[in-house]
């Protein structure tokens, strides 16, 4: 099965600064990958598909990059309420399966 | 507006069976492909099981084939987890979510529902 890996597992940060995470992937999924939002207690949000598609009410400050194997979400500038745990998801085929989880905390 | 709202949960022993269920509204339901994903207390998002509109391709995680069966009703904008042979590595609070155009990925998700398997 294809595996998927996050790197860092956590960062701090502070308001304003630019976060980046990535995500690996141990074959190539083409442009099948899409990134999520988790808040304690809440349930995970969609937050970019197809790598690089912003889903409708997210952000602008969120983006996604990359393609094939090597993948990036950034945060432009980060906002209070983006303190959260970040996964990406491969969608390529099944077994679906997601990264480790970054948590984004407060520096 | 789409709501996901899981129910079923609770506590039961190793090598017991519960049934979960995810209620869609606000969406004509056997449009949609359907997922469940499970969450171990502290841990990441695991994929269980996924099934297409109308039922009739189904996918599982080897963690939960042949104890695990998803189904839906569309009649009963309802989704089904039946779990068989419960481990303690099956603890996890349950999300079902839906298909976004037909691919897999997943919005919105249900607020979820808490599987305890201990004796």
């Known amino acids: 099965d294809i595996q998927m890996t996050q790197s860092p597992s956590s960062v701090s940060a502070s308001v304003g600064d630019r976060v980046t995470i990535t995500c690996r992937a141990s074959?190539?999924?083409?442009?099948?990958l899409a990134w999520y939002q988790q808040k304690p207690g809440k349930a995970p949000k969609l937050l970019i598909y197809?790598?690089?598609r912003l889903q409708s009410g997210v952000p602008s400050r969120f983006s996604g990059s990359g393609s094939g194997t090597d993948f990036t979400l950034t945060i432009s500038s980060l906002q209070p309420e983006d303190f959260a745990t970040y996964y990406c998801?491969?969608?390529?085929?099944?077994?679906?399966?997601f990264g480790g989880g970054t948590k984004v905390e407060i520096k | 507006q789409v709501q996901l709202v899981e129910s079923g949960g609770g506590l039961v022993k190793p090598g017991g069976s519960l049934r979960l269920s995810c209620t869609v509204s606000?969406?004509?339901?056997?449009?949609?492909?359907m997922t469940w994903i499970r969450q171990a207390p502290g841990k990441g998002l695991e994929w269980v099981s996924y099934?297409?509109?109308?039922?009739?391709?189904?996918y599982y995680a080897d963690s939960v084939k042949g104890r695990f069966t998803i189904s839906r009703d569309n009649a009963k904008n309802s989704l089904y987890l039946q779990m068989n042979s419960l481990r303690v590595e099956d603890t996890a609070v349950y999300f079902c979510?839906?298909?976004?155009?037909?691919?897999?990925?997943?919005?919105?998700w249900g607020q979820g529902t808490l599987v305890t398997v201990s004796s």
């Open positions: 979510a839906r298909s976004l155009n037909y691919n897999n990925w997943f919005d919105p």
């Open positions: 606000g969406v004509t339901f056997s449009d949609y492909y």
């Open positions: 099934i297409t509109g109308s039922g009739r391709t189904i």
């Open positions: 074959q190539g999924i083409s442009s099948w």
């Open positions: 197809a790598a690089s």
């Open positions: 998801q491969r969608a390529d085929s099944f077994p679906l399966t």
